[in-house]
């Protein structure tokens, strides 16, 4: 019979209440739902092996009506200040892990902004916008193996490089060593095949930030013609926090204007845009503000299509939507666009930078609107950059 | 105490002896060796409960020595006949399932003479073979989770298509389905980096046969910038028997030139180019005969490039060639090669076909040399398209 103290001003209120993997000192890793500055332990508050798993599968796989359900119980738990006390833990003491265990990892491209921006840099002399981009969600499949939970260090990947002055390439270290700022979202109840925009929220379970760490030299030399590979495959971080779908219905809004219409398999009924503020920090500076609710497409529209072939899912897909990039250059989500290729460097305080040098450091925060002015926290994905 | 029979010219004798999971009707899949025409229940026949698992992960995570230690008791068994009367079974009675647990999938583009081809057919009017084609081995990740076993049906997928003489793009079903015959490689062991070309075989377990099914209509549209998409996720084949490196010693061959000569991280002490030839079916006509040993890169340099930046391996990752196709009209692994697109119709006795028709079967068959002019068989990789 506990009640929780929690600061007025929390990104982890009552409406809130993310899942994630946490462990303390000499325990196993399992589920705990984030209130304040606290960890509620499931395995301990609720009497369910589920939460006494190292990673959230198992219960995201038992669909929305399991999910509602246990939303309530914590909620309940919390309200009546009726949470074992044994099952409160500052979150100063714990250590967090990989959420849930990654299925098949699929990063879009759904910034209108970012790909414009990136087709001016990788091909200036064509049309920035390709002639699909607008019919549907570009995506690629990434590795799976190599998603790693905020706090892990990220080794400068080696490659080849090849500058348009070059004659053949080199091998080294990379020299571009960039970030994406992006949205991810995460499969629970499998699938056979198509899953509609209007059943996004009957599979998909939460959502995480994600950094989708890109070495631009290595990716500008390899990505003609299967996309990218080495270039992107040594690390993509992903925030210890799941919010749930269900915590995230104020944040709902419109998409932009699609314009052509999409085909009728991408069509919502009510949009999964949602309004979800994110910042970057470089070094402790803040260097960008994207905004997802910029966003061409909807992570329902997304998929949408990537299920439309009859592809199966699986609990654990993981699904990104490529780097958020608003209009303004300030709301830039990667630094080969907010630094122009590394023709405009940023400051940060006495320093500036094009690309990331070893011992950087970037923070990505998000938050979304909630119930009655309060702010859903995502909280943040950071990571360090070691040296190759 | 058994001796088993095998037919004389089997190419699964004694120098072959393939893993995969089997079950017989009532029982649990399990781990199983084919010899003849039999496979060997090893969860009867060796106290080892990783062969009681319905995958070959655990097996595969032991390591090369465990391999060959395991490879030893079942040649003595075989040879001593002294394999158990029990762990017998006849081809005939089992039904064969998926070998193993994917983890990445990930598919090359190793053939110059595939890549040459689909260059001139998907870029009419540019170089085909790209600049960064022969420094470095092109690959894309698939979606692991539609890896499916030899024998499953693959439905036609529905996707957006766009003939270059349409304005927009229409949904509906892939009037372009083919094949790509192609040979993967499974990761047994896992590494925290980077896997050299000589430490190939330290890492991994074996190989199958592979059909990247294909729809070239929906790929044709979605793959710029970022590569295949729905074009491949929807259903990806292997063979059900993984033969092991250990069984493709004298298989060992060299690879064509290379020239230009690649980078450091890439040279082989002896190459790991295999001699594989492979037969194509559609509907049983035999339309084809890739030979794998004109496989430009081999697949330890394919490991070793997809690991050179950091990217960590686990157990159950699997890489596949890309279309083996060599250099006649008849060795073509893909239908839109062999078929110029679709303006060549191949003859399938009273039948002509340009691109796959529901209801149409295609059998991909696989062999190399063995000792003493033996054959070591792959089996085959077949399966049927239904209708969208």
Chains 1, 2 share one sequence.
């Not at 210890?240 to 991408?266: F, G, H, I, N």
């Amino acid at each position: 019979m506990t009640h929780i103290d929690i600061p007025a001003d929390s990104e982890f209120g009552i409406d809130n209440l993310p899942y994630g993997i946490f462990s303390t000192p000499g325990t196993d890793a399992r589920v705990g739902v984030r209130y304040g500055n606290n960890v509620i332990d499931l395995s301990a508050a609720l009497n369910d092996p589920d939460f006494s798993s190292s990673s959230l599968n198992a219960f995201m796989a038992r669909g929305r009506s399991r999910w509602v359900e246990v939303r309530e119980s914590v909620t309940a738990m919390i309200v009546s200040g009726t949470t074992p006390a044994e099952a409160i833990v500052s979150v100063s003491d714990v250590t967090m892990h990989l959420p849930f265990e990654v299925a098949d990892y699929v990063d879009f491209y759904a910034s209108e902004h970012h790909a414009s921006n990136l087709g001016r840099l990788f091909r200036p002399d064509a049309e920035p916008l390709l002639p699909n981009w607008k019919h549907l969600p570009v995506a690629y499949h990434g590795r799976a193996g190599t998603v790693v939970v905020s706090g892990a260090d990220v080794r400068r990947p080696c490659g080849q490089r090849k500058a348009p002055d070059e004659a053949s390439p080199t091998f080294g270290p990379s020299r571009r060593l960039d970030i994406e700022a992006e949205m991810g979202f995460v499969v629970g109840v499998p699938a056979d095949g198509p899953i509609s925009p209007d059943e996004f929220s009957e599979h998909v379970f939460g959502a995480v930030i994600v950094n989708d760490w890109s070495a631009r030299d290595i990716q500008a030399w390899e990505y003609v013609p299967l996309g990218p590979n080495l270039g992107k495959s040594f690390a993509t971080s992903i925030s210890p926090w799941v919010v749930p779908l269900l915590a995230l219905e104020q944040a709902r809004t419109s998409t932009p204007v699609q314009d052509p219409e999409p085909l009728e398999y991408l069509r919502e009924s009510r949009s999964w845009a949602l309004d979800i503020d994110l910042t970057v920090a470089w070094n402790g500076h803040v260097v960008s503000h994207p905004p997802y609710s910029a966003m061409y497409w909807s992570p329902a529209q997304m998929l949408a299509h990537e299920t439309v072939n009859g592809a199966t899912s699986r609990t654990g897909d993981l699904f990104a939507s490529g780097t958020i990039s608003g209009p303004e250059k300030n709301q830039r989500g990667a630094f080969i666009e907010l630094t122009w290729g590394g023709a405009e460097p940023v400051s940060l305080g006495a320093d500036t930078r094009t690309f990331l040098e070893d011992g950087d450091e970037v923070v990505i925060a998000a938050s979304a609107p909630g119930p009655n002015g309060s702010r859903i926290g995502f909280g943040d994905v950071r990571g360090r950059i070691l040296s190759a």
